[in-house]
């Protein structure tokens, strides 16, 4: 359920690289339960935002609160309460599905027990039980983004961050992904997802749309397309950053 | 044209190319649509005699890849999958190395870049590492076409490129088209097969299908129904109950669903639903899209194995 | 040809729009040469030492002063309480006391014979011990100037004479043989890299579905390398005869053809690296640790050849800047020519054939 309780609140939110203007004046909220897009053209200054959100870079200036705490002086407690994952990092290929999910468990100090319990919840939804000993370079690539996926919220975040998760998957297993997506948000988490796939951009609740360091747009996929008079986000997407 | 026949590729136990058979015409623009691990970069580079296949021959404008690839190479321009020009070197630099590297200058053919470099032409004294995705991609395909090449082989060209690029992108390859360059392209994105003349869907190393994208969707051989609903997650939950039915995904805010043909109706579609508290719900017929294609093929490859 | 030159000029907008490459031509070499010639010496030079003279008569003091004019030590305390000596020695401010007994030159000469006690900081064994022979010679010295002027000792009086080193200088024995290192190692590291970083970066794929040949791929890399070492050559060789004073006293220009012979040697061994790294890491860890460590331990650099175990020294035949470190110091200090030195060319001749010849036949012209 969707309701107008801000987990993330970002306020004038600017961040300089000399004098390049990486993100010029971000306002918006993402609320609890919902899952908020955010896409915009390569260089738009997206991944300067998230990282931003995810603790990893201090903002120039700006108030910026993400599940509840600072992202000047509350870093760590941040990253505690957020997961995490991208195309490009997500596990460990020369380890086993079991030894990723300890290491990660460990990496957020969740009580063994607790661990046990929910590995074996979350292998069994993927129908991976019997693939625990497996090293993950040797699974398929939609395999891997969903273990990945499942294993950035096995600690149980308030928010997940999904960095382009879908990029160069089969159309089953995006669809099949997205399916965890929804499942995740039935558990109250928050999803904040970025992708290249514009058809993606409908499933979400809300989507905003950079351009040049500034969001140019944001609303709910309907209503952008009442406003720009598209049939689909695609059309959306071209006319706001064309 | 590229006439490949019976190619076989595998790396240890895994079939990266199984027997591919596949004619790209002369002047045509082919996409090879499929997700990542499919098979598609395999080809290609056997195509450019990088990689040796297994079993198998290929021919480029009558040039065997594997006893003539030398004049294979002069004869096509070859982008691949990742980024692959010197970020040191400015963008004029790549160009003129390139253009030098296969025996030609830049003023020579010149006119076959012009529409493409002009965009990037401003920034000819920039480094190319720092150059932005979309442009990168534009200079790597004016290297790729400076020496006036026959067959132009592009791996996944708009991978990771916004969607604006993309747009870009594809309208460059159907003016190169016009100019008569036999054109074989890659893609992962469904919805750019749409642009080519004719497309190979492929998927672990096989090829499910090779047509022009609308014979493709217009033989989809179940019916498809679009649904709308405004509780979507839930409603495509309950429709994988529904009897003999085949699949049902999202596409953006709206259900694909597929059922054998003649099997349902709308309404005994949505008197099912009802019957599960779903009333508030539109159930109409709709066109497949290459995706639906590919799924319904995938489905079916699955169901086989 | 058109190519062959495009290529080269690309390999040069690479070298001098990365200032690490320039780093590691140049700074390193010089670095290198300063730390060898400087830091790592052997020579007794200024050492702190601490003189107690217990006699306080004429002998002592002219010995004293002879010790402290040698150029060797240096005075650096005077020390009356014996509990002071260890302390001294502790905290570094001395390397050496030297103590002089009562009634020094009254011994000596109604005795003709006299103590002085030496006591040395043994923690640095081999520096102790050069120090002691120094104040020894010095003393022994001294005694047969001073006392035995008209006297004509029996028994038999040798002379040393350290032939082609005279004053057994370090950078005599250091200049060949870093020449021979040094070059080995940026000739070689600097080509696996080059080769290497094309791999990664996805341009070697270009490379090889255009039409350049393999042989041109790999001239056009080691062409401009050669140059660059050779320059890197010529000023560690600059270096090591302005600054250290290291003659040069067969034909110049043998010493350049064998230098660079010794290069393109270098070179290929560095193209053969390529041919089988991936990563421009890999190039730098193997071209580092394969190259360098036999290179300065087996080569005759620093540790003789001869004294080495048998299956060492089979070992150290296979080491090119063995063979290259004879040529060099066999032409810049005995001033040898091509009669002494053909069968150390004739070696790095054919080696360099063979690492050529073994990469040409490895270097891929496909993706695998």
């Keep these: 359920m969707i309701t107008k309780e801000p987990v993330i609140t970002v306020k004038n939110m600017v961040k300089k690289f000399g004098h390049f203007v990486a993100n010029d004046n971000l306002n918006f909220e993402v609320y609890k339960g919902e899952i908020f897009g955010f896409l915009g053209a390569n260089g738009a200054g997206k991944t300067t935002a998230i990282r931003i959100l995810c603790g990893l870079s201090t903002p120039t200036s700006g108030e910026m609160k993400v599940a509840g705490f600072d992202v000047f002086r509350q870093t760590e407690k941040i990253k505690q309460n957020i997961g995490y994952m991208s195309q490009k990092f997500s596990l460990y290929e020369d380890l086993t599905i079991y030894q990723n999910i300890r290491f990660y468990g460990g990496v957020y100090g969740m009580k063994v027990a607790e661990r046990k319990a929910r590995t074996t919840e979350m292998l069994d939804r993927l129908g991976l039980t019997d693939y625990e000993n497996r090293k993950i370079g040797d699974l398929p690539l939609g395999w891997k983004q969903k273990l990945a996926f499942s294993i950035a919220i096995l600690h149980q975040p308030k928010i997940v961050f999904l960095d382009e998760p879908t990029g160069g998957v089969d159309p089953i297993t995006r669809r099949q992904f997205w399916n965890l997506i929804y499942e995740a948000v039935e558990k109250g988490i928050t999803v904040f997802v970025t992708t290249h796939y514009m058809d993606e951009a409908e499933y979400c609740d809300r989507v905003s749309i950079m351009a040049d360091g500034r969001i140019v747009a944001l609303d709910t996929p309907e209503k952008l397309k009442e406003q720009y008079n598209a049939s689909n986000m695609d059309e959306v997407f071209l006319k706001i950053a064309r | 044209m590229i006439v490949v026949n019976e190619l076989h590729k595998t790396y240890g136990e895994t079939v990266a190319l199984g027997k591919v058979s596949l004619t790209v015409k002369e002047g045509e623009l082919f996409g090879l649509i499929g997700p990542d691990g499919a098979g598609k970069t395999s080809l290609m580079r056997i195509l450019m005699s990088l990689l040796l296949p297994d079993g198998g021959t290929a021919t480029m404008n009558g040039l065997d890849i594997v006893r003539d690839y030398k004049k294979v190479r002069l004869i096509t321009g070859y982008m691949p999958g990742k980024f692959s020009l010197y970020p040191d070197l400015t963008v004029e630099e790549n160009l003129q190395f390139f253009a030098t590297v296969f025996g030609t200058t830049i003023q020579e053919n010149y006119h076959l870049i012009k529409e493409i470099y002009q965009q990037i032409e401003p920034y000819k004294t920039r480094r190319a590492g720092k150059l932005s995705g979309g442009m990168k991609q534009k200079l790597a395909l004016s290297c790729a076409l400076i020496h006036k090449p026959e067959i132009l082989i592009l791996d996944e060209p708009t991978t990771g490129v916004d969607a604006v690029s993309r747009k870009e992108f594809w309208e460059m390859l159907k003016r190169l088209k016009a100019m008569g360059i036999t054109i074989l392209v890659s893609t992962p994105y469904m919805d750019e097969a749409t642009i080519c003349d004719r497309i190979a869907l492929i998927q672990d190393g096989h090829l499910m299908s090779v047509e022009t994208p609308l014979a493709m969707m217009q033989a989809f051989a179940e019916d498809l129904w679009a649904v709308r609903s405004k509780k979507i997650y839930h409603t495509s939950k309950l429709l994988g109950q529904l009897p003999s039915m085949i699949s049902v995904n999202s596409f953006g805010q709206v259900l694909h669903l597929v059922t054998p043909k003649g099997k349902h109706t709308p309404q005994s579609i949505k008197e099912f639903l009802s019957l599960h508290d779903e009333s508030e719900l539109t159930v109409e017929p709709a066109l497949a899209t290459i995706e639906d294609v590919f799924i319904l093929l995938m489905n079916n490859r699955k169901a086989k194995s | ?233 010529l000023v560690v060789l600059a270096l090591g005869m302005i600054v250290f004073k290291v003659p040069v006293i067969g034909s110049f220009a043998l010493l350049l053809a064998e230098i660079l012979l010794y290069i393109f040697l270098a070179l290929s061994l560095g193209i053969l690296i390529s041919t089988f790294v991936d990563s421009q890491l890999t190039a730098m860890a193997i071209s580092g640790f394969v190259l360098m460590l036999p290179s300065i331990l087996l080569s005759g650099f620093i540790f003789p050849i001869k004294n080495m175990p048998i299956p060492l020294q089979v070992i150290a035949n296979l080491m090119p800047p063995r063979w290259f470190i004879e040529i060099n110091r066999s032409v810049m200090l005995k001033g040898g020519g091509l009669a002494e030195i053909w069968p150390n060319t004739l070696i790095l001749l054919g080696l360099s054939i063979l690492f050529i010849f073994i990469s040409v036949k490895k270097f891929k012209i496909r993706l695998q």
């Design chain 3, 1 to 233: 040809m058109k190519r062959f030159l495009a290529f080269l000029r690309k390999e040069f907008f690479h070298i001098f729009r990365d200032p690490r490459t320039l780093i590691i031509l140049f700074g390193i070499p010089i670095a290198q040469l300063m730390l060898f010639g400087y830091v790592m010496t052997n020579e007794v030079r200024n050492v702190k030492i601490a003189i107690v003279d217990h006699s306080q008569d004429d002998f002592s003091k002219r010995l004293t002063n002879r010790l402290l004019s040698s150029g060797f030590f240096q005075l650096s305390a005077i020390p009356t309480a014996e509990a002071d000596y260890e302390n001294l020695f502790r905290s570094g401010t001395i390397k050496e006391l030297v103590i002089f007994g009562p009634d020094f030159g009254r011994h000596l000469i109604n005795e003709g014979r006299a103590d002085i006690q030496v006591i040395a900081d043994a923690s640095e064994p081999n520096a102790a011990q050069l120090i002691v022979n120094y104040t020894t010679a010095i003393t022994n010295s001294f005694v047969k100037n001073e006392l035995m002027k008209d006297q004509v000792l029996p028994g038999i009086n040798i002379k040393v004479r350290m032939l082609f080193n005279e004053n057994m200088r370090d950078a005599y024995n250091f200049i060949p043989g870093l020449i021979a290192v040094i070059l080995m190692l940026i000739s070689a590291m600097m080509t696996a890299i080059t080769i290497a970083r094309e791999k990664e970066s996805g341009t070697m794929e270009i490379l090889l579905a255009s039409p350049l040949r393999p042989i041109q791929i790999i001239l056009g890399k080691v062409v401009p390398y050669m140059l660059l070492s050779i320059v890197s050559a």
